[in-house]
């Protein structure tokens, strides 16, 4: 494809359900990184992965969040479990270079989850 | 916690009138990298400028780096009604990290 796609672009879940949100990313990119953003807020980062490694998982608010990339190409972003201050938008981003110093890292439209 | 703070948090123009954006960060960067958000095209990048750099051009973007301040400004001139979308400065550090961003309203 053209750019990164994610699905669903939005879902509703139930406190406790447990959520799969997939990327897709740019077709041959390295590096995959997911991120969360609130209402009225920047995009928070949560997790890195350089081809199928997970390389950083700092920002994963709790052990509820679970992502995995196992062949180096599409991203699962779990989560368990979930709670009202999870809903926000989830974001997927890839880029071409394993470098951490620049990156121009290309944004799927993201996935609206709301909590109820 | 966001690198990241712009300033204003929000600025109305009038079409054909300059923007401008700043940015302010906390620590040492390699880059800067300017991102607009709005409902149609979701997050995009406009513009790198390396910490070596003090100014940057792109088209009617021009960004100025000043590394002893720790801060960016980002102007846009002539806007146009397609340029209301939300503004983030983000440093690089492996994963951007982004400020809460200007949100930019021009009125035709």
């Known amino acids: 494809g053209a750019g990164v796609s994610q699905s669903p672009r939005y879902k509703v879940a139930k406190r406790g359900q447990d959520v799969a949100l997939r990327c897709d990313p740019i077709?041959?990119?390295?590096?995959l990184f997911w991120y969360q953003q609130a209402l009225g807020q920047g995009p928070e980062f949560l997790t890195y992965?350089?081809?199928?490694?997970?390389?950083?998982k700092s920002g994963l608010p709790s052990d509820r969040f679970f992502a995995e990339r196992p062949e180096g190409s599409v991203s699962t972003l779990k989560i368990q479990r979930t709670q009202q201050e999870d809903s926000a938008v989830y974001l997927c981003?890839?880029?071409?270079?394993?470098?951490?110093?620049?990156?121009?890292?290309?944004f799927g439209p993201g996935t609206r989850l709301t909590v109820l | 916690s966001q690198q990241g703070e712009e300033d204003p948090q929000a600025l109305s123009i009038q079409e054909g009138e300059n923007a401008t954006m700043n940015c302010s960060y906390k620590t040492s960067i390699n880059n800067l990298q300017w991102y607009r958000q709005n409902s149609g095209r979701g997050l995009v990048h406009l513009i790198l400028i390396r910490s070596n750099e003090r100014e940057k051009h792109s088209g009617r973007l021009r960004v100025t780096l000043d590394t002893s301040k720790k801060s960016s400004s980002l102007l846009i001139t002539a806007s146009r009604a397609a340029d209301t979308a939300s503004y983030f400065c983000a440093t690089p550090g492996g994963k951007l990290i982004f400020g809460q961003g200007t949100e930019l309203s021009v009125k035709p």
């Open positions: 077709s041959g990119h390295v590096s």
């Open positions: 992965f350089q081809n199928e490694a997970q390389l950083d």
């Open positions: 981003a890839s880029s071409q270079m394993s470098g951490i110093f620049y990156n121009e890292q290309f």
